[in-house]
């Protein structure tokens, strides 16, 4: 699908598509600046601050994803191509990370290609798929993400333990709602996460697969980039 002109009433345009991307990602990750409650209720009061912010910074995200597909799907804006490197885009994601709900993230981005898409879409579908790794992950676990090609066409793929899953799952949990609840802090998602990720994918025309090994390490993988020539 064609990008549009560099006129400047679309450069702003897209710049400000880019900017409610970044903004939904910055309200998923960002952490409370007030100063702590003392006393003996400080530790449950930090807990329920922590949730509220994790709910305001995904419903954000979600409505800001669903406004931007919306317009896309009805005609009012369009899927706009342009050079991405994944390997900088993901390490800014993650850069934006300040808790240690991860003990690490263990990337290997070194031949990660330069793509073809659309920089906001992209943003908010790498966001998407980090932030769900980071929420279902285990406590203190790794995630693992690769970026490369083969036979000419980018990869992108990020990893986690998740011993709650199950194989029969993995045919529904692209669909809308459906989450798989394990302890009260799951609670706290909105059961979106991917099948925002496949009605992304759908719209960049990318293939999303998920696979469950016999290590019970969960692996979501998006197939068919365009890789800049």
Request: proline share 3%; glycine share 10%; aromatic share 4%.
């Amino acid at each position: 699908m064609p990008g549009h002109a560099g006129d400047g009433a679309a450069g702003h345009d897209g710049q400000q598509r880019e900017f409610e991307a970044l903004q939904g990602e910055e309200g998923r990750d960002g952490q409370d600046g007030d100063e702590p409650i003392d006393g003996p209720s400080r530790h449950g009061t930090q807990r329920v601050q922590a949730e509220a912010s994790q709910i305001a910074g995904e419903m954000d995200a979600l409505v800001s994803a669903l406004l931007l597909m919306a317009r896309i799907e009805g005609g009012l804006d369009q899927v706009r191509l342009q050079p991405i490197d994944l390997s900088e885009l993901c390490s800014t994601i993650l850069m934006g990370i300040k808790d240690s709900v991860i003990s690490e993230w263990t990337t290997k981005l070194e031949n990660s290609p330069v793509v073809q898409s659309d920089p906001a879409l992209v943003r908010i579908l790498l966001s998407n798929l980090i932030g769900n790794a980071r929420s279902y992950a285990e406590p203190r676990s790794a995630v693992y993400i690769e970026s490369s090609s083969i036979n000419g066409m980018g990869f992108f793929e990020i990893k986690n333990r998740a011993p709650h899953l199950q194989a029969a799952d993995l045919a529904q949990m692209t669909q809308r709602f459906w989450r798989k609840s394990v302890n009260d802090e799951s609670g706290v998602r909105s059961g979106m996460g991917l099948a925002i990720a496949q009605a992304l994918c759908d719209i960049l025309k990318l293939q999303l697969s998920l696979a469950l090994d016999a290590n019970m390490m969960f692996s979501v993988r998006l197939e068919g980039w365009n890789i800049t020539k």
